[in-house]
């Protein structure tokens, strides 16, 4: 089995596993079996056209995380105001670490599924979570490397080696932070629910947490004054329940001497809360472990009642039986997956939240009314932003393995099986969050943003058609793992959510004339009917896409 340089490198504190009273021995294998398993894609009979691809993909796709790395650059190199800058940087950090936490690493810190296997070898329950715990940190210090590297060459240069020494300390602090204050949250949710609910309450909790990350990143910027390019910091006490401001602390401690009593308290926050915390974690591995079996537990499948909702949108907008049958399913998958209500309504919370955070922004320099007269209703295109990814996660399931259905199925016409599955998008997730925002963005514009937020829509249906075509890849809705979810190019990605931009211009354009937006919108109903007809048409024979 192969000897991998992370595991060498952990072994030089192979004596601190020991005092805590962990097994390294044990923790050693179970984590190079792990990274083994990262390095292998598990086969499918779906996808045996797909060529199968070598290596860890995740690691592959590290450059994503580089990229976004350099808009942290900026914030190291202008001026020496260590605590706005670095409380900047931090806060950064800390959302992509989190959302990542989040997304990618929560079912590994919740899996069951090895405990079957390990329960019956003589490990502990606190081997098997320092296990866990370890295997998603060594992942976590990919992403943070691959994340600050640049910034932080930078920040050598400009500042010097004890402002780097300084940044690796806290980055790892942070790692720590997240990790284990996150373990802690799961830890509350398992102790005080069990069975079918304690699934959905733990969906839930992510969800928000996604959310209340990306607010919290606001509050953050809104801690700190900012007049004619000039940064001011005054203390207030609730910024003591900001972490990213804890760490940018230190920097200002120690780099530039400022002794004041909320420094002070904020670098011993940022110290001595990740530690605490990792001890109390420790104490309570035994507890997270038992509580952990309640997702073992077999719960009744709750019947599933006839959604009346749902069957009138089909009479509405499904035009055959088979365009029916497959929106219902679709809209029921999106009801009951909890992995695709992980990856995706997290964007749905983001795309309500967005468009208020640029208006109070804009509050603190202009009035309501004055900004009712402007062309800030354009911030509703935010919903729009959210589609590629949707509508890419319409391929994926954790039930893929079901996908079998679907050739056995005596289906008519492949086109309906997306057709209905994008009308159920459109329907289940988009539109609620387009309607709220639009009453909301009506009572602030008035009535005559109406025509705007139709052409907003339709445009928004006209990016669904152009993503499912780019991102199609001859498969059924809801037939793939999740483990193929990484695949999609992340330029494809970006340029995708780049058409919102294009029409964002588009309609700027068309209200720059008398009239311009009525003939906007004859263009894009025309477009939408079009694109519906070339992307599905009616006519087409049966076939077997790639599973």
């Given at each position: 089995?192969?000897?991998?340089?992370?595991?060498?490198?952990?072994?030089?504190?192979?004596?601190?596993?020991?005092?805590?009273?962990?097994?390294?021995?044990?923790?050693?294998?179970?984590?190079?079996?792990?990274?083994?398993?990262?390095?292998?894609?598990?086969?499918?009979?779906?996808?045996?056209?797909?060529?199968?691809?070598?290596?860890?993909?995740?690691?592959?796709?590290?450059?994503?995380?580089?990229?976004?790395?350099?808009?942290?650059?900026?914030?190291?190199?202008?001026g020496d105001n260590y605590i706005f800058q670095m409380s900047i940087v931090f806060g950064v950090t800390m959302f992509i670490l989190t959302m990542t936490m989040?997304?990618?690493?929560?079912?590994?810190?919740?899996?069951?599924?090895?405990?079957?296997?390990?329960?019956?070898?003589?490990?502990?329950?606190?081997?098997?979570?320092?296990?866990?715990?370890?295997?998603?940190?060594?992942?976590?210090?990919?992403?943070?490397?691959?994340?600050?590297?640049?910034?932080?060459?930078?920040?050598?240069?400009?500042?010097?080696?004890?402002?780097?020494?300084?940044?690796?300390?806290?980055l790892f602090l942070v790692m720590l932070f997240v990790v284990v204050l996150t373990s802690l949250l799961y830890l509350f949710v398992l102790r005080f629910f069990d069975g079918e609910r304690l699934r959905d309450i733990i969906n839930y909790v992510q969800i928000l947490l996604s959310v209340g990350v990306i607010v919290g990143y606001q509050i953050l910027i809104r801690s700190f004054e900012i007049a004619d390019l000039n940064v001011t910091y005054t203390f207030s006490w609730w910024h003591v329940w900001m972490p990213p401001i804890w760490f940018g602390a230190p920097f200002e401690l120690l780099l530039a001497h400022n002794v004041a009593i909320h420094i002070l308290i904020f670098t011993i926050l940022a110290i001595c809360v990740p530690l605490v915390a990792m001890y109390g974690y420790a104490r309570l591995i035994p507890s997270f472990e038992r509580n952990l079996e309640k997702l073992m537990n077999d719960t009744k499948k709750r019947k599933q009642k006839r959604n009346w909702l749902d069957e009138a949108w089909a009479r509405i907008v499904c035009q055959s039986k088979e365009d029916s049958?497959?929106?219902?399913?679709?809209?029921?998958?999106?009801?009951?997956?909890?992995?695709?209500?992980?990856?995706?309504?997290?964007?749905?919370?983001?795309?309500v939240v967005f468009p208020f955070i640029f208006i109070v922004s804009e509050l603190r320099e202009r009035t309501l009314e004055e900004i009712s007269g402007g062309t800030m209703f354009l911030f509703i295109y935010f919903c729009n932003l959210m589609i590629p990814n949707i509508v890419h996660m319409l391929q994926f399931s954790g039930n893929y393995q079901g996908g079998w259905l679907f050739k056995a199925a005596?289906?008519?016409?492949?086109?309906?099986?997306?057709?209905?599955?994008?009308?159920?998008?459109?329907?289940?997730?988009?539109?609620?969050?387009?309607?709220?925002?639009?009453f909301v963005f009506t009572w602030l514009?008035?009535?005559?943003?109406?025509?705007?937020?139709?052409?907003?829509?339709?445009?928004?249906i006209i990016q669904t058609l152009i993503t499912y075509k780019f991102m199609n890849n001859g498969v059924y809705p809801f037939s793939q793992s999740f483990e193929f979810a990484q695949d999609a190019g992340a330029m494809k990605m970006l340029l995708l959510g780049?058409?919102?931009?294009?029409?964002?211009?588009?309609?700027?354009?068309?209200?720059?004339?008398?009239?311009?937006?009525?003939?906007?919108i004859a263009l894009?109903?025309?477009?939408?009917?079009?694109?519906?007809?070339?992307?599905?048409?009616?006519?087409?024979?049966?076939?077997?896409?790639?599973?």
């Amino acid at each position: 089995m192969r000897d991998f340089r992370t595991l060498k490198f952990l072994a030089l504190f192979k004596s601190v596993f020991i005092k805590t009273g962990i097994d390294y021995e044990a923790m050693q294998t179970i984590l190079r079996i792990k990274l083994t398993m990262d390095e292998r894609r598990v086969p499918t009979i779906f996808n045996d056209a797909r060529k199968k691809k070598d290596g860890n993909q995740f690691l592959k796709s590290l450059w994503i995380y580089g990229l976004y790395g350099l808009m942290l650059i900026p914030f190291i190199v202008l001026g020496d105001n260590y605590i706005f800058q670095m409380s900047i940087v931090f806060g950064v950090t800390m959302f992509i670490l989190t959302m990542t936490m989040i997304s990618d690493f929560s079912s590994v810190l919740l899996d069951v599924r090895d405990k079957n296997i390990l329960q019956t070898k003589p490990i502990s329950g606190k081997t098997i979570s320092a296990a866990k715990t370890v295997h998603i940190m060594i992942y976590m210090f990919f992403i943070t490397g691959a994340f600050v590297t640049i910034p932080l060459v930078v920040g050598l240069f400009k500042h010097g080696v004890f402002f780097m020494l300084i940044f690796l300390a806290e980055l790892f602090l942070v790692m720590l932070f997240v990790v284990v204050l996150t373990s802690l949250l799961y830890l509350f949710v398992l102790r005080f629910f069990d069975g079918e609910r304690l699934r959905d309450i733990i969906n839930y909790v992510q969800i928000l947490l996604s959310v209340g990350v990306i607010v919290g990143y606001q509050i953050l910027i809104r801690s700190f004054e900012i007049a004619d390019l000039n940064v001011t910091y005054t203390f207030s006490w609730w910024h003591v329940w900001m972490p990213p401001i804890w760490f940018g602390a230190p920097f200002e401690l120690l780099l530039a001497h400022n002794v004041a009593i909320h420094i002070l308290i904020f670098t011993i926050l940022a110290i001595c809360v990740p530690l605490v915390a990792m001890y109390g974690y420790a104490r309570l591995i035994p507890s997270f472990e038992r509580n952990l079996e309640k997702l073992m537990n077999d719960t009744k499948k709750r019947k599933q009642k006839r959604n009346w909702l749902d069957e009138a949108w089909a009479r509405i907008v499904c035009q055959s039986k088979e365009d029916s049958i497959f929106f219902r399913f679709a809209a029921l998958m999106m009801k009951q997956e909890r992995e695709f209500k992980l990856k995706v309504y997290p964007a749905l919370g983001m795309a309500v939240v967005f468009p208020f955070i640029f208006i109070v922004s804009e509050l603190r320099e202009r009035t309501l009314e004055e900004i009712s007269g402007g062309t800030m209703f354009l911030f509703i295109y935010f919903c729009n932003l959210m589609i590629p990814n949707i509508v890419h996660m319409l391929q994926f399931s954790g039930n893929y393995q079901g996908g079998w259905l679907f050739k056995a199925a005596p289906i008519q016409q492949v086109s309906s099986a997306y057709s209905g599955a994008l009308k159920a998008f459109l329907v289940k997730l988009y539109l609620p969050v387009f309607i709220l925002l639009s009453f909301v963005f009506t009572w602030l514009f008035t009535i005559r943003i109406l025509p705007d937020l139709l052409a907003v829509l339709l445009a928004a249906i006209i990016q669904t058609l152009i993503t499912y075509k780019f991102m199609n890849n001859g498969v059924y809705p809801f037939s793939q793992s999740f483990e193929f979810a990484q695949d999609a190019g992340a330029m494809k990605m970006l340029l995708l959510g780049l058409v919102t931009g294009g029409f964002v211009v588009a309609h700027v354009v068309a209200n720059l004339f008398d009239y311009g937006i009525y003939v906007y919108i004859a263009l894009l109903i025309g477009g939408v009917f079009i694109g519906w007809r070339m992307t599905f048409p009616k006519k087409q024979r049966a076939r077997n896409p790639g599973m």
